[in-house]
């Protein structure tokens, strides 16, 4: 059969001819696709837009400022920046060992017959609305951690972040100090945080490649040696993944943490005093009688807010889909 | 994923051999009764290697399976095998898909109980100690008794390096059982697996990065680096090209008089080639995976008593 001699030879244009039910059915979970993508968008836009006079006005000291008193023009977010890091922070110290303990018993050691059941008991965790978390945090918990905050304010009370204002031997010790902090927030949105956690890291774990779990064994290792050599390092990624898929739920954590913590602008690290105040608390709190103003700037705290979640997220999804395809087990 | 050919073998009756749970084995009575109900072809055939036995002077400990029988759940699989396997002598393992090979050999360094419904009747003696013995620590066992599998498995995040030594760090010993250095302990180790030459620049590179052939041949390094009595490779060469699978077969070759060696195969030239006994395994219809013939690779080969075995290595089947 005779070519027609093209005289440069260049990659010519390949049809598709995909089938019609192929180009519907691509069509349209593209658009749906796209339908999240604009949506997602333009909450960051509106966020964005709506923000642009509060930064305008405030400009850095937005960010500096620690206090929001409307009524005196006084209007920043470092207090409410800070206590929503350190609440998360918290949450994070206490899920993290939770969760990867969790994982790593459900996904090595449980009995095959209770597996099932703790899963769904752990998915479960996460079912539950954050208004009974609040509820068991400010009815079972509190009265119970205050003990726990003294006594880690006597013994570690030289640490900065264990201080409290006021004296821990004073013979009626001041209770109330102890109570509605950041530290009791954190314990309450630690348990919203552990499920995720725990499901991410359980997920990973499962994929641990039966290979080179035997291939431990076969070398006379222990289980947990095993788990050390191989579950451990192969799950780096979700284990990292899991956690910051956490923090990000702690971070927006509202309800919670809006009935547990007593509301202060102060700038401080002492996460077992009474007081505090995080973003989402924030704009739950004050929306209602926001003036157009304070509206604008409950929203920049927002945008705030917004941004750091996302990235967060972000970082967590990379570093999870590194961990599944076995990308990061190759570094 | 390794595939074992579980769970297609047929249903027999229970109550033929009751199933025995692995921690229940004991070295009573009646389990060695019943086993002495051998039929002829199982009993000849460890008379034949047991004949060909003799004393050896080299490496190595001697093996032996005594009516060994297994189940997955109430699916037995294997039928009251026994074989002897001895030092300086490559013993392989041949037979059709899903004869039970793989499992029994997996009986032989009690990586069997892995599996969760798994269950065992019958010893395994390793210098005539039963393995499955009440006193016996199944992470004992498998240092001595080494075990190198069909799809390369280095452990991905480790060095090549590390990979060799990993063996010593989970079982928490520092050097080598002779009081060699750590560094001589990977290159002899690595020497002895024959790949020392292609990757002693590279120690600190992961061991992932490597051909499969190089990368099973770590995974030999890594076995030998605990000094185990027995090497069991199961179909070591089945994923490799066929000059891996030459270099492999070379160092079995090196390696058989130090470590007693147990080789699964498909590949019946290559039983051919590097083994000295050989058992044929043989699931017929219906019943569960048994030993139709051992003996000497030779005889196996060339003058078989058993018609299917003649079969078999001709290539009339399986």
Redesign the interface.
């Given at each position: 059969m005779a070519v027609s001699a093209s005289p440069v030879d260049e990659p010519r244009t390949i049809h598709a001819g995909a089938p019609k039910v192929d180009r519907v059915f691509h069509g349209s979970v593209r658009t749906v696709a796209i339908i999240v993508l604009v949506v997602f968008g333009s909450i960051g836009l509106f966020l964005g837009k709506e923000s642009i006079s509060t930064f305008h006005q405030y400009g850095v000291r937005f960010l500096t400022e620690s206090d929001w008193e409307p009524s005196l023009n006084r209007i920043g977010i470092s207090a409410t920046l800070l206590g929503t890091v350190l609440v998360a922070i918290v949450a994070l110290v206490i899920a993290f060992p939770l969760a990867l303990a969790t994982a790593l018993y459900i996904s090595e050691y449980a009995p095959?017959r209770l597996k099932p059941t703790l899963v769904s008991l752990v998915d479960m965790m996460a079912a539950v609305p954050s208004i009974i978390y609040a509820a068991w945090g400010f009815f079972l918990l509190m009265p119970r951690a205050q003990f726990v905050a003294h006594w880690l304010h006597q013994n570690l009370g030289f640490i900065p972040i264990f201080r409290v204002d006021t004296d821990p031997n004073a013979a009626p010790w001041a209770q109330a100090r102890y109570t509605g902090s950041m530290f009791i927030a954190g314990i309450v949105v630690s348990m919203m945080v552990l499920p995720i956690a725990c499901a991410v890291m359980r997920g990973v774990f499962a994929q641990a490649?039966?290979?080179?779990r035997?291939?431990?064994?076969?070398?006379?290792?222990?289980r947990w040696?095993?788990i050390r050599?191989?579950v451990l390092?192969?799950g780096?990624g979700g284990i990292i993944g899991g956690t910051m898929l956490g923090l990000g739920r702690a971070l927006g954590e509202t309800v919670a943490v809006a009935i547990i913590l007593s509301t202060a602008f102060d700038f401080k690290f002492r996460v077992l005093e009474n007081g505090g105040s995080t973003i989402s608390k924030l704009i739950a709190e004050r929306f209602g009688d926001a003036t157009t103003v304070q509206l604008s700037a409950l929203l920049a705290a927002g945008f705030v807010l917004f941004v750091m979640t996302l990235m967060v997220n972000t970082v967590a999804a990379v570093f999870i889909s590194r961990s599944r395809s076995?990308a990061a087990?190759?570094? | 994923m390794t595939a074992y050919p579980y769970g297609h073998l047929p249903l027999i009756d229970p109550e033929a051999t009751q199933p025995i749970r692995i921690d229940d084995v004991q070295v009573d009575g009646s389990q060695i009764d019943r086993g002495g109900i051998v039929d002829g072809r199982t009993a000849d055939a460890t008379v034949v290697l047991e004949d060909a036995n003799g004393s050896s002077p080299q490496g190595g400990a001697r093996l032996e399976a005594v009516n060994v029988s297994a189940w997955f759940g109430t699916n037995k699989v294997l039928e009251r095998v026994s074989l002897s396997m001895n030092p300086g002598t490559v013993t392989a393992l041949i037979g059709p898909s899903g004869c039970g090979k793989s499992t029994f050999l997996r009986t032989l360094n009690r990586m069997h109980e892995m599996v969760p419904s798994a269950k065992l009747s019958g010893e395994v003696r390793l210098n005539d100690e039963d393995i499955y013995g009440p006193k016996q620590r199944v992470t004992d066992t498998r240092k001595r008794i080494g075990m190198v599998f069909q799809k390369p498995n280095p452990f991905p995040t480790m060095s090549i390096e590390e990979n060799v030594i990993a063996g010593l760090k989970l079982i928490g010993r520092r050097d080598g059982r002779h009081g060699t250095d750590r560094d001589e302990l990977v290159e002899r180790s690595l020497s002895r697996a024959g790949v020392w030459n292609e990757v002693k620049d590279r120690l600190h590179e992961p061991g992932g990065a490597l051909s499969g052939g190089q990368q099973q041949r770590l995974c030999i390094a890594r076995a030998l680096a605990v000094d185990p009595d027995v090497l069991l490779m199961d179909e070591p060469c089945s994923a490799l090209d066929p000059t891996s699978t030459r270099r492999i077969e070379e160092t079995i070759g090196e390696l058989q008089y130090e470590v007693t060696i147990v080789i699964v195969t498909h590949n019946m030239q290559q039983a051919a080639r590097v083994s000295q006994y050989c058992a044929f395994f043989l699931a017929e219809f219906g019943t569960p995976g048994a030993i139709v013939e051992a003996g000497s690779t030779d005889k196996m080969f060339h003058e078989p008593d058993d018609q299917r075995t003649k079969d078999y290595v001709d290539g009339r089947f399986g």
């Open positions: 095959a490649p039966i290979g080179e035997e291939a431990a064994y076969a070398l006379g290792g222990t040696g095993m050599s191989v390092p192969f780096r076995g087990t190759e570094a | -």
